[in-house]
């Protein structure tokens, strides 16, 4: 299985010609403001984050030419970024990219159990894109939330305190464009001591 | 100066060095794959680890800074251990194709696998597969092979100055790549094929050719462009299979133009090796003899004293002074080396030399170019400019069409007569020239292979005068020769003054007017419809366009298979070493010269090499002695006219093909069409 992010190739399926958004631009200047002048190549990693969100979610090669451009580096140098850090997604991911941990900590407390209760919702395997494109899945090393674990990040949230029960309710949710909680399922707030 | 400990042997270093420099001091080998002396330190090969005093852990050498007092082992069990197991995971992935790999012989892996490599291998799972990547025509790469040193990396970012190459994705699946697998955009990129470790970059043309031990190694001279780098000639029979450069500090440090390296295959291509001769509008071959007697007749019919000689891009001192003493003993004065037009002030050297030396391009606050592309001129030199940009924050200054030269600078004008602004002050870069300490003043030919050359040199001169450019101990007025024949033929007085300004109009009057015998000494660059009217005799190794247009074409050895002697732009005197035999018949030119003065009142005196170099160096004391700097000569001239309105344009317009041997190679011209066309 290969993370989407760690594929070393830029896909060029579509052909779509990526510029800034006005209000995306403006927050690029903000991010490269922060640094020395001269030194704007600093600002490659938020940047390229900024890319990524106007982008859907991946980065496709006008998006990094961009990037470059704007950052004035050389090609190579921000694709080298762009697949050193599997954060950032070389091929289009659907709307909920969901990235469900199975380090140790999450694996004690059954996310093998979760990975098929996704598998089955989704329909797809660790690396793919489900057919009506929302959900991507993929698994990730600790996301840092083991206290309250097992747990998912999709997007940009966590989902914490999961068992097969309430994660098919999140995902089935998901599916049909619901809102949901986000953080512990469980009903806990942060980490404080469950009760029974 | 601080002392170190290496193996208990206590030496001294200086500030700023590396523990493994300081261990080379000791005269200790430290085994390496990343590190390179002109590289960037990037530490991730580990192979290079030693013992260093009160640390718990092997350090590497590579990037450690040595400091006062340190303990360092390098021999002991532990760090042999260490190297061991850096070396058994460097060989997990790595391929066992030793047998069918292009660096089995000098691969640095190989030899560091005989001392610290393991005879068996712990490893059961697969190896990593890696697809091979396409770099151009002129790198092949096998990238299973690669170990991720980096070497080409950083090679093509900071020396070579073109970001094409990098390390997309990391651990397992790092992989060395250009963007989008495209051609690197370098006049040097062949040097990432000497850099690399292993065989993962080789050269693609010379592909399973031969093996290193078969090959016959010449050190020899480069005469591409006017550096006279030092190269190795890797020669198997009659055949050049590769060319690899040679340290030399003073002019290339280690590395070599891909003209240099690639071009060679134009050598067995397109050749001349018998004589010719024209008969009813077709080139027959013919005997040495037949042709000797035919010239001997011809000058004889078309008036002696009006023989023409004209040297080219690739003509030697020996040829240069052969021709001029046969021509001068017909009675003739006729022969000139400005076949591209580019002026020079008589018997002022210091008018066609690269007066500072190459090599102190490092020290150099300020260059400014005028009428120059050194990037195509002289490859390797523009590397040393990018250098001084780099290290000591050069500021670089162009007179010309704006370029990509690898570096930023300045674009002062396109028209030559910014120098007047420069020499009134009125420039803006008239400042940055009277505040530093040392400055560099590159003139190329473009600038000067107009009729107001002189003018120009002239100037440019006053203006090295009056911004410290040259003073009483430093000349920094430099002209950049593109060919190597230029300096020496100048400095033998390979000229005629009644040629000067307008070399095409003066030579097609000239011919126009007495009809002569016209002496092409390989000289293809000259614009064929001066030559109308003459009896042309060509001397060369390719049948290019001129040999084409000759009456007479006489065969002589190409640089590779005769032993002949340069004056680079430096002024410093070189000399070549024949790999093999000429081909076919060819003869050298001043053998050629000395029978056909047989046939004529004045015999030439020389009967060998050796007495023809003796009496070259006789006659210019220049030639007594080889690869020295010339001592700089102040500037003598220099006088400020007004230099007139004239936009410049680079007089190279395709450096893989600017010579009969380039225009001749496959390779080149796979490289000028996927580089220069982007055609794929």
């Keep these: 299985m290969k993370h989407p992010g760690m594929i070393n190739i830029v896909s060029d399926t579509s052909n779509e010609i990526f510029e800034w958004s006005e209000r995306n631009f403006s927050k690029v200047k903000i991010v490269i403001e922060k640094y020395p002048a001269g030194k704007q190549q600093s600002a490659v990693i938020p940047i390229l984050d900024l890319a990524q969100r106007q982008n859907n979610g991946w980065l496709n090669r006008s998006a990094i030419e961009k990037v470059s451009e704007t950052l004035s580096m050389s090609f190579i140098r921000v694709m080298e970024v762009v697949s050193f850090y599997s954060m950032f997604n070389l091929e289009p991911v659907g709307k909920n990219f969901i990235q469900i941990c199975r380090t140790t900590p999450c694996w004690l407390r059954g996310s093998n159990k979760l990975l098929d209760v996704v598998k089955e919702v989704t329909g797809c395997n660790l690396g793919e894109t489900s057919e009506d494109k929302k959900f991507t899945l993929v698994e990730v090393e600790c996301l840092g939330a083991c206290c309250n674990s097992p747990m998912v990040q999709i997007n940009d949230d966590y989902y914490e305190d999961l068992n097969e029960d309430n994660f098919r309710k999140v995902l089935l949710k998901l599916k049909n464009n619901e809102n949901i909680n986000k953080g512990s399922q469980s009903g806990r707030r942060g980490s404080s001591p469950e009760k029974n | 100066m601080p002392f170190i400990t290496i193996d208990n042997q206590e030496i001294e270093f200086e500030d700023g060095m590396t523990v493994m420099q300081a261990c080379e001091l000791a005269g200790v080998e430290i085994p390496r794959f990343c590190y390179h002396d002109r590289l960037s330190i990037a530490g991730n090969c580990r192979m290079c680890l030693v013992e260093m005093d009160k640390s718990p852990k092997p350090i590497a050498s590579c990037a450690m800074p040595a400091t006062e007092g340190m303990k360092i082992k390098t021999n002991t069990d532990s ?254 004065n006729f022969f000139d080396c400005r076949y591209d037009n580019a002026q020079f002030i008589e018997n002022q050297r210091s008018s066609y030399l690269f007066n500072s030396s190459i090599q102190e391009i490092d020290n150099a606050e300020v260059i400014l170019l005028v009428g120059t592309n050194p990037r195509w001129e002289a490859s390797v030199l523009n590397a040393r400019i990018r250098k001084s940009y780099i290290n000591n924050d050069c500021k670089i200054g162009l007179i010309g069409k704006k370029i990509d030269l690898t570096y930023e600078y300045s674009h002062l004008s396109d028209n030559i007569e910014h120098l007047n602004d420069l020499l009134n002050d009125r420039s803006p870069f008239s400042e940055l020239l009277k505040n530093s300490k040392k400055s560099l003043m590159i003139i190329g030919n473009s600038a000067i292979n107009f009729r107001d050359g002189k003018e120009v040199l002239n100037v440019c001169s006053e203006i090295a005068k009056k911004y410290n450019i040259s003073t009483n101990n430093f000349n920094g007025f430099n002209v950049l020769q593109q060919d190597i024949s230029k300096a020496g033929a100048i400095d033998i007085g390979f000229y005629n003054n009644d040629f000067a300004q307008n070399f095409d109009q003066k030579i097609k009057d000239h011919i126009s007017k007495f009809n002569p015998v016209v002496f092409l000494l390989s000289c293809d660059e000259i614009n064929h419809s001066i030559l109308e009217g003459a009896f042309i005799v060509y001397l060369g190794h390719h049948g290019d366009v001129l040999a084409q247009l000759a009456n007479v074409v006489l065969p002589t050895p190409a640089y590779t298979e005769k032993s002949s002697t340069y004056v680079n732009m430096e002024g410093r005197v070189l000399q070549t070493t024949r790999c093999y035999h000429p081909l076919g018949e060819s003869k050298e030119e001043w053998k050629i010269f000395r029978s056909l003065s047989n046939n004529f009142s004045q015999k030439l005196r020389f009967n060998n090499l050796s007495e023809l170099r003796n009496e070259i160096s006789n006659l210019f004391p220049v030639f007594k002695e080889i690869n020295n700097l010339p001592s700089s000569s102040k500037l003598d001239f220099g006088s400020a006219t007004k230099i007139e309105n004239r936009v410049l344009e680079y007089n190279i317009k395709n450096f893989y093909m600017t010579d009969v041997i380039s225009r001749a190679s496959i390779t080149m011209a796979n490289c000028s069409r996927e580089i220069l066309n982007k055609v794929a």
């Design chain 2, 79 to 332: 760090i042999k251990r260490a190297r061991k197991g850096i070396m058994e995971f460097l060989l997990i992935n790595h391929p066992l194709d030793c047998p069918i790999c292009d660096q089995g012989g000098e691969c640095d892996l190989q030899d560091q696998a005989l001392h610290y490599g393991l005879d068996r291998s712990r490893y059961e799972e697969n190896k990593r597969a890696v697809k091979n990547k396409y770099m151009g025509p002129l790198v092949g790469t096998i990238m299973t092979r690669c170990i991720h040193c980096t070497r080409c990396v950083r090679f093509s970012t900071e020396i070579a100055g073109v970001d094409d190459l990098g390390l997309l994705g990391r651990g397992e699946n790092a992989e060395i790549t250009t963007y989008l697998e495209k051609a690197i955009e370098s006049e040097l990129s062949g040097n990432v094929i000497d850099l690399c470790p292993v065989g993962a970059l080789t050269n693609k043309p010379y592909a399973f050719k031969a093996r290193p031990w078969e090959l016959n190694k010449t050190e020899s001279v480069d005469i591409f462009d006017a550096m006279g780098s030092s190269i190795r000639i890797d020669t198997l029979g009659k055949k050049t299979l590769r060319v690899l450069p040679r340290l030399n500090e003073e002019i290339n440090e280690e590395w070599i133009s891909d003209k240099s390296r690639f071009a060679i295959d134009g050598l067995s291509k397109e050749r001349i090796d018998i004589p010719y001769i024209k008969r009813n509008g077709k080139l027959i071959s013919t005997e040495w003899d037949e042709v000797l007697n035919r010239i001997t007749q011809e000058i004889s019919k078309h008036g002696k004293e009006n023989t023409l000689a004209l040297s080219g891009k690739f003509t030697d001192i020996e040829t240069l002074f052969a021709t001029k003493y046969f021509v001068q003993s017909l009675g003739s």
